[in-house]
RNA sequence: GCGCCCGUAGCUUAAUGGACAGAGCGACGGCCUCCGGAGCCGUAGGCUGGAGGUUCGAAUCCUCUCGGGCGCACCA
C-alpha cells in the first residue's frame, strides 16, 4: 500500500504541476491519530514552487480525492505545517483480515524477485570458541537473511572459514605444545599462543583417540591445523544451532588458493594498473583510490595476506557465484576494512555499492553493575555457550535483536535472567499462546470458523479492535522497511507493539460466548493476530511456544 | 595525531529529517465469579552531553567542544 501511495503521489503531482518529483516519501505515522500512511511532499515541493506548503497540499488532496484511488481510504486530510494524511477504510482493514485468513497474506512479498543475496555472518577464526559478540553478530545476521528471504530475495547464508594462515598455525603450534606437556615432555609454550583451557583439552581428546607419535615434526602441524580448524568449526556449528542458526554454506579459506582465485584477481589487479613490487612484495596501490597508504597482497616471503585473500572471496562472490548484493555482517573493529574492500571491488570493475556491511558494535556483559571479561569455566571471555545455556536462546536472541547494531550493548545478565519471568519475549509468546488458547477452547466448544464471506466483520467496531486491525494492515509495510535499511532490530518493537495490542483486545473482550455473529468476527481477528505473531516470531527466530 | 561508532527518563534503550521524543525494567496507585493475571488500566520520571549552524521542521544533517568505546601491520 505504502508503495501505491507513493506512485499515485508522483502521478498526482504531475498531473497537477506537471513535474516530475522524487522521491516521494509515505511513512507510516507514529501516532495513529495522523493517519495509517502520511506524506510530507508538499513541505519539500514547496520550495520549488511558488505555493505555501499548505495550499499545495490541499491542491493535491482535491486532485487524489476525485481519483478511484482515493475509494479506499476512509478520509484523506492535509494537517499543519503541509502533510497528507491518508486514513484507511474500515472495509480495508476487513479486507486485510480476509486475505489472511483465505489467502496467504503474509507469504513472502515479491520485491526481491530473482535477485541474490549473500548475507555472511560470524565467520569467527576457528581458534576458540565463540564468545558473546559473535551471538550478537550472529543474530543479527540470520534476521537479516530470514526478513530478506522474507521479502522474496533468494539469500544465501554463509561462513567464512578461515582455515589458513598465521594464527591458524600459531593455534596448531598451541595444541601441539599442550600435547608435548600432557605427554610428559618439556617444552617451551609459544610466547604468542592460544592459552585457554580449551587447547589442553583439544590437546588431551587427540591424545585419547588421534595420537601423533608417529607423525613427523613438520607433518605434526598440518595434521593438527585440519584437526583444529575442523573441531572448532564442530563446536561452532553446534553452539549456533543452539541459537537456531542454521547457515547455508561453509566457504573455506583455503579454496580461494588451491582452485587459483587469488592468481586469477591478481592477474586482474596488475591488468588494471593497481599492482606494484617494492621491497620484495607485491602492494595494491589503493591511494590511487583515496587510501592513506598501498597494502600488501603478497608477503616479502610470497605468502599471501588476509586481504588479497579476502579480496579473492569477494570477487568470488559477486562475479563466480553471481550474487547481486552480499552483506557481510562484521565486527566494529574492522570498520577500517569496508572501504578497503570497496576499494578492491572499485579496482575489479565491481560497483561497491552492491557490497554492504553491517557493523557490530561491542558487547559487554554486565552483572551486579560490574563488567564481567572472563569465565570460570574455560578461563576465557565467556563463551557463547555459557550464555545460552544460562538465559535461553529466545532471551539471548531477542536481547541481541532489541538494540540497533551500530551501537554498543550492554547485556545484563541479572536483567536477563531475572527478565526470563517478566521479559518482553515471554510477553510477545504469551499473546501467541492467549490467541492459540482461545482457538483451542472454540474447538473444544464444537465452534465451526465460518468463511470470512460468511462473517460480518463490521462488528469489530471497537478502538481496540480497530487497533489490531491497523496493525495487521501495515505489517508488510513495517516488515519492508525493516528489510530495506537492514534494520532487523525494528522487529523487536513491532512484535511488542501486536502483542500490546493483542493483550489488550484479550482484557476488553470476550471472544467465545458471545453471539454467534461477533464471536464468528472476533475468532477471525484472533486468527490473523496469531498469523502475524507466527510471522514475527519466525522472522526473529523465537520459538512458538503453544503452552507456557 | 588520523579514522569509525556511541552519549536520549534512575537503569537498558527506540524513533526511514517530520507532527506532542516512544518502550521495557525499577518506583507508586488500581483491576482476578469471565477464553491462562507471564495479563490489563493509571501516576511520576526528559532543555535527546554542551555550543553554534543548515531547514518550514533536527535526537537525527554540518562545524566546534566535552565524555566513552574501537581501529590505524608484510595479523586475521
New binding site residues.
Given amino acids: 500500500m505504502q508503495k501505491q501511495i507513493e506512485e499515485f503521489i508522483k502521478n498526482a503531482i504531475i498531473s497537477v504541476f506537471s513535474m516530475d518529483y522524487e522521491p516521494i ?7 495513529e ?3 495509517d500512511f ?1 506524506t ?1 511532499t508538499p ?2 515541493l514547496s ?1 520549488l514552487l511558488s505555493y505555501s ?1 499548505l495550499e499545495l497540499a490541499n491542491k493535491l488532496k482535491e486532485f487524489i480525492i476525485k481519483s478511484e484511488f482515493s475509494k479506499q481510504f476512509e478520509a484523506i486530510k492535509v ?1 499543519q ?1 503541509g ?1 497528507i ?1 491518508f486514513y484507511l477504510k474500515k472495509s480495508y482493514y476487513f479486507e486485510v483480515l480476509k486475505q489472511i485468513l483465505e489467502h496467504d497474506y503474509f507469504a513472502r512479498l515479491g520485491m526481491g524477485e530473482g535477485k541474490k543475496v549473500q548475507v555472511e555472518f560470524v565467520s569467527a ?1 576457528p581458534t576458540g570458541p565463540l564468545h558473546i559478540a559473535h551471538g550478537r553478530g550472529a543474530v543479527i545476521g540470520d534476521v537479516t537473511a530470514r526478513i530478506l528471504e522474507h521479502l522474496g530475495y533468494e539469500v544465501q547464508k554463509e561462513y567464512y572459514v ?1 582455515d589458513t ?3 591458524i598455525e600459531k593455534f596448531a603450534k598451541s595444541i601441539e605444545a599442550r600435547y608435548d606437556e600432557l605427554t610428559g615432555k618439556k617444552v617451551e609454550f609459544p610466547s604468542d599462543g592460544y592459552h585457554g583451557t580449551y587447547v589442553i583439552d583439544m590437546a588431551r581428546n587427540i591424545m585419547n583417540n588421534h595420537s601423533l607419535d608417529y607423525l613427523t615434526e613438520n607433518k605434526r602441524v598440518g595434521f593438527l591445523m585440519e584437526y583444529a580448524v575442523g573441531e572448532m568449526l564442530k563446536d561452532h556449528k553446534e553452539v549456533l544451532s543452539l541459537l537456531n542458526i542454521n547457515h547455508d554454506n561453509y566457504f573455506k579459506e583455503k579454496y580461494l588458493v588451491d582452485s587459483g582465485l587469488v592468481d586469477e584477481v591478481l592477474t586482474i589487479l596488475k591488468k588494471n594498473g593497481y599492482l606494484e613490487e617494492k ?3 607485491i602492494w595494491f596501490t589503493s591511494t590511487d583510490l583515496g587510501d592513506d597508504k598501498d597494502r ?1 597482497l603478497v ?3 610470497k ?1 599471501l ?3 588479497i585473500k579476502d579480496i579473492a572471496y569477494h570477487y568470488e562472490k559477486f562475479v563466480k557465484r553471481g550474487f547481486d548484493i552480499v552483506i557481510d555482517v562484521w565486527g ?6 569496508v572501504t578497503r574492500i570497496k576499494n578492491s571491488l572499485k579496482s575489479l570493475n565491481i560497483n561497491p555499492d552492491r557490497f554492504e556491511v553491517i ?1 557490530i ?2 558487547v559487554r556483559l554486565i552483572s551486579k553493575g560490574k563488567e564481567i571479561l572472563m569465565s570460570k569455566r574455560s578461563g576465557e571471555f565467556i563463551t557463547l555457550r555459557e550464555l545460552i545455556e544460562e538465559v535461553g536462546k529466545d532471551v539471548a536472541r531477542y536481547i541481541y535483536l ?3 547494531s ?5 547485556f ?1 545478565l541479572d ?1 536477563a535472567l531475572k ?1 526470563s ?2 521479559n ?1 519475549v ?2 510477545i509468546q ?1 499473546a501467541y ?2 490467541a492459540g ?2 482457538l483451542k ?1 472454540a474447538a473444544i466448544k464444537g465452534i465451526e470458523i465460518r468463511k470470512a464471506d460468511e462473517v460480518n466483520y463490521a462488528l469489530l467496531s471497537s478502538n481496540t479492535e480497530f487497533r489490531l486491525l491497523r496493525l495487521l494492515s501495515i505489517l508488510q509495510d513495517e516488515i519492508l ?1 525493516t528489510g530495506i ?1 537492514r ?1 532487523p ?2 522487529l523487536a ?1 513491532t512484535s ?1 507493539k501486536l502483542a ?1 495490542a493483542f ?2 483486545f ?8 458471545e453471539s454467534a455473529e461477533l464471536e464468528q468476527a472476533r475468532l477471525h481477528l484472533v486468527i490473523g493476530t496469531r498469523s502475524a505473531l507466527e510471522l514475527l516470531l519466525n522472522l526473529m527466530g523465537i520459538t512458538k511456544v503453544e ?2
Fill in positions: 516519501e509515505v511513512e507510516i505515522p507514529l501516532r491519530e495522523h493517519g502520511s510530507p513541505l519539500k520550495s506548503s494537517a505545517p502533510f494524511n577464526n578461515n594462515g598465521g594464527q621491497d620484495g612484495a600488501v608477503k616479502s616471503d605468502s595476506t588476509y586481504f566494529a573493529d574492522h570498520h577500517n576494512h557493523l558494535q561491542l532489541t538494540r540497533s551500530n551501537s554498543p550493548l550492554d545484563d536483567l527478565e519471568m517478566d518482553p515471554f510477553y504469551y499462546v492467549r488458547s482461545i477452547q522497511l535499511k534494520t532490530h525494528r518493537t511488542r500490546e493483550h489488550e484479550y482484557q476488553l473482550h470476550k471472544v467465545i460466548g503452552e507456557m
